[in-house]
């Protein structure tokens, strides 16, 4: 990863330092593209610090990052150089798009999308609490009122989606999460298909919850 420091101007990237990985051999006069091939807590994004990976999946990894300049926690998604190919770049980029297509309380939300020298890097509100998956495996089914307000509030979400003219594709327990509050957070827009021109329909909180609370006993945003 690279690192830096803060400057009045802004924040500015160090020189890259090599480091041993599965392609993260440095080349002869330089670094080359997988040069910081395995990410590490502590590293630098940008502003962005790393903490502790989240989970990790086919289509990259997710880590508990600190923002410096505004002093709050954060989740980053990032295609470890092994998974880094055109067509998950792709997926990852489409995922940031159709996410910031949507703003609403039901949807995580995204801050940023960044670079981490050849490397695409999602930089989404941090969502403490578990998948709807794992509150089913964990405690059964709930209770009707409680599974109708997943049931509404999934349903709300998705009419602005619609409304905009983002189709999710990949709608499931494993992709919804359960927040500390007890609401849900739609996730993982990797295979959203945006329609030409999308809606207008404004009648969606234009203000999505980005409260990130810092509790580190519960899963966050751990669906990559």
């Known amino acids: 990863m690279a690192s830096g420091t803060c400057h009045e101007d802004g924040w500015r990237a160090a020189s890259p330092r090599p480091r041993p990985g599965r392609r993260g051999q440095a080349q002869a006069g330089g670094f080359g593209r997988y040069a910081a091939a395995v990410p590490e807590g502590g590293d630098l994004i940008g502003p962005y610090r790393l903490l502790d990976r989240l989970g990790r999946g086919a289509m990259g990894e997710v880590w508990r990052a600190r923002d410096e300049r505004l002093d709050r926690l954060v989740a980053i998604k990032l ?17 940031a798009r159709a996410a910031a297509a949507v703003p609403h309380r039901n949807v995580v939300t995204l801050y940023d999308v960044t670079r981490d020298g050849e490397r695409d890097v999602l930089v989404m509100e941090l969502v403490e609490g578990q998948t709807l998956a794992e509150r089913l495996r964990a405690a059964g089914p709930p209770p009707l009122a409680e599974a109708l307000r997943w049931l509404d509030e999934l349903c709300a979400a998705m009419e602005v989606a619609h409304e905009r003219g983002v189709l999710h594709r990949d709608l499931k327990t494993a992709n919804v999460m359960l927040a500390q509050d007890g609401h849900i957070k739609v996730l993982d827009f990797g295979l959203a298909k945006q329609a030409g021109g999308g809606g207008s329909n404004s009648n969606s909180n234009s203000n999505s919850n980005s409260n990130s609370n810092s509790n580190s006993n519960s899963n966050s945003n751990s669906n990559s």
């Open 79 to 95: 295609l470890p150089a092994e998974l880094d190919d055109p067509e998950r770049r792709a997926r990852m980029l489409r995922e």
